[in-house]
């Protein structure tokens, strides 16, 4: 499924705090993801998924990821983020590279 419907804003954790009162705290998980402290929710949230979340009546479905074209985790531009399988995701970053552990069974 892609994401892009035509809309090329940034939506950053920096942007996202005119949405809030108070200014975010951001850090970035262990691999490379940008992450906020949602002040609603108080939960920690990917700024990424929380970038798709955000439009009407969207939701990302059990079992599918958010892809960033780019292969840069910190370009959260809506134009830049898909939402696709797990399965279709571990396609397109395990192409190529057979002999990784984590690489699924061909059958």
């Not at 994401?3 to 009162?21: C, H, P, Q, V, W």
């Not at 490379?32 to 939701?59: A, D, Q, S």
């Amino acid at each position: 499924m892609n994401s892009n419907y035509g809309i090329n804003e940034l939506r950053t954790a920096d942007e996202l705090n005119e949405k809030f009162t108070a200014p975010l705290l951001t850090w970035l998980s262990s691999n490379g993801y940008e992450i906020f402290w949602h002040p609603i929710k108080m939960t920690p949230m990917f700024t990424h998924r929380y970038v798709l979340e955000e439009l009407p009546n969207f939701n990302i479905l059990p079992g599918h990821v958010v892809h960033h074209r780019d292969k840069n985790k910190l370009n959260n531009r809506l134009a830049n983020l898909d939402v696709m399988t797990k399965d279709a995701h571990d396609d397109i970053h395990l192409k190529g590279a057979p002999n990784r552990l984590f690489r699924k069974k061909q059958t």
